[in-house]
């Protein structure tokens, strides 16, 4: 097994400036690391890389760090798959591991598909539970369960403050607006209406 | 040459074809659907709205990116959908590394799609980012199936089955899967979370509802930090601080009001949870 591993590190805005219209709007942000990329930095370390690479935008690299990377790549922060992959570093063959962020602007599987077919790797989809030995010029794309991913290592925050990063520059075009104050649905009735009601949104969702 | 509409059909991909023929009909486009050889009545994709039905013949999940590729290629496309769930999103994703220069926006789990844009909803960041289309390129999307209605079949439709004879390039590359049984369901299962304050009748039932909508079935505790697909939340009597991130959408049931009740999207309040929970079940 490769003795060094690449780790995607997806930055989520923590806090959105009141007045985001477009994505480069993000820049204004405060970010932390995504859930599933916590897990994928979880995952890197029970595989027992002694390297772990973080590639990522720099404002969430010492957190990074500090959860467990010991050196980092910085990259812009992208709104696009293609352009996100086209700032990993080339002419490597240690494997990447990516979180299945499906709460991002574009999913892990996304970023996978563009980096397996671009550098032609094989990708493995794992579930978190059942790790195996991986193999090098590879692509995993890690499953992300939603429960704890592991806490910050506070050994490492002197470290990780240590650490000088690079500015932060975000790419993309696309546009971003609110969602308006989402309102519930209280749904009352006798027992039969309410299952009937409740039976057919659940159909809806998970058709 | 006639503007196309693709519609990738196989893991849950027929339910986009009304969205599909919705637009065409506004449009004047035409929709192709494809599909594998072992999959799927063909005829039937024809009912949903499809115009001419592709009939590949599939080994690999990589064949699937030489099709699609081979097919932007050859033909005038203006959108190719994708149901969105993990293997739709890696072959959308390698399609797209491909044929950059032929594609000029990519929007996975978009939740909706008109004719000139696509949005995605990124709940937890109360956000919706949207993506133009480029009239003269081709736009990738991959749909939330969930966000549309229900599918409307016409059987009058008429429509044209090709079986599609290419040999497919052979990728250099294989895209696996530690379950292949998880293949088709791989993104927004149902997720049933349970209060920590419940009996056993009700554990068992909500287990059963899990198991019947192929979803998984957990106790609520700190260790639940985020739920990504859908969620049922039964008695979790938490305060909202504590409760985990929702990402899709949520339906409360509890017996009195609860502080969940103000952020799920449906609440409900019944004394007997168990006589809903097996009313589902029916």
Redesign the interface.
């Known amino acids: 097994m490769a003795e060094r591993v690449l780790v995607y590190v997806q930055a989520m805005p923590v806090v959105l400036p009141h007045s985001i219209k477009k994505f480069q709007d993000l820049g204004m942000s405060e970010f932390s690391v995504s859930h599933s990329s916590k897990v994928a930095l979880s995952a890197a370390k029970s595989l027992g890389f002694h390297e772990i690479v973080a590639l990522g935008f720099p404002l969430v690299l010492q957190e990074a760090l500090a959860r467990g990377a010991t050196s980092w790549v910085s990259m812009p922060l992208c709104d696009d798959p293609l352009e996100q992959a086209s700032f990993f570093p080339k002419n490597t063959t240690f494997p990447i591991i990516i979180g299945e962020n499906n709460d991002w602007v574009f999913t892990g599987a996304s970023l996978a598909g563009v980096l397996a077919e671009s550098r032609a790797c094989d990708l493995h989809l794992l579930e978190k539970e059942v790790y195996t030995e991986l193999s090098d010029n590879s692509i995993i794309l890690v499953r992300d369960s939603g429960r704890n991913a592991g806490n910050i290592d506070v050994r490492r925050i002197k470290t990780s403050t240590d650490e000088e990063l690079n500015s932060q520059i975000v790419l993309g075009n696309s546009t971003l607006s609110r969602i308006e104050g989402k309102k519930t649905e209280a749904i009352s009735g006798d027992e039969d209406q309410l299952v009937s009601l409740l039976t057919r949104k659940l159909n809806r969702i998970l058709r | 040459m006639n503007i196309l509409i693709v519609v990738f059909c196989e893991l849950g991909g027929k339910?986009l074809l009304s969205k599909a023929r919705e637009i065409a009909d506004l449009s004047g486009d035409r929709v192709s659907a494809f599909i594998s050889q072992d999959n799927i009545n063909p005829q039937e994709l024809i009912y949903y709205g499809a115009d001419q039905v592709e009939v590949c013949n599939v080994q690999e999940r990589t064949d699937w990116?030489n099709i699609i590729s081979s097919y932007l290629e050859e033909n005038n496309v203006k959108c190719a959908l994708f149901p969105s769930n993990?293997?739709s999103?890696?072959?959308?994703?390698?399609?797209?590394?491909?044929d950059?220069s032929r594609i000029a926006s990519?929007s996975?789990?978009a939740n909706l799609l008109e004719g000139t844009y696509s949005s995605?909803?990124?709940?937890?960041?109360?956000?919706?980012?949207?993506?133009?289309f480029d009239s003269e390129k081709c736009c990738l999307v991959?749909l939330r199936?969930?966000s549309l209605p229900?599918p409307f079949e016409d059987t009058s439709r008429y429509g044209n089955i090709h079986p599609r004879k290419m040999t497919p390039k052979t990728?250099?590359?294989?895209?696996?899967?530690?379950?292949q049984a998880d293949a088709p369901s791989?993104?927004?299962e149902?997720?049933v979370l349970i209060g920590s304050g419940i009996g056993d009748r009700t554990n068992e039932l909500c287990a059963k509802l899990a198991e019947q909508?192929g979803?998984k079935c957990i106790k609520f505790s700190?260790?639940?930090?985020?739920?990504?697909g859908?969620c049922?939340a039964v008695e979790i009597g938490n305060r909202l601080s504590d409760l985990?991130?929702f990402?899709d959408?949520l339906?409360s049931?509890s017996s009195k009001k609860l502080p969940i009740?103000?952020?799920?999207?449906?609440?409900?309040?019944?004394e007997?949870i168990d006589?809903?929970l097996k009313?589902?079940l029916?």
């Open positions: 339910n990116i993990i293997l999103n890696i072959i959308m994703g390698a399609v797209y590394s491909r950059r990519y996975d789990e995605k909803s990124l709940k937890a960041l109360g956000v919706a980012l949207r993506r133009d991959s199936v969930s229900e990728s250099n590359y294989q895209i696996s899967l530690q379950n791989l993104s927004g149902l997720t909508y979803g700190g260790s639940v930090e985020t739920i990504y859908p049922v985990p991130v990402n959408e339906i049931i009740c103000s952020v799920a999207d449906t609440a409900t309040i019944c007997d006589k809903i009313g589902f029916k």
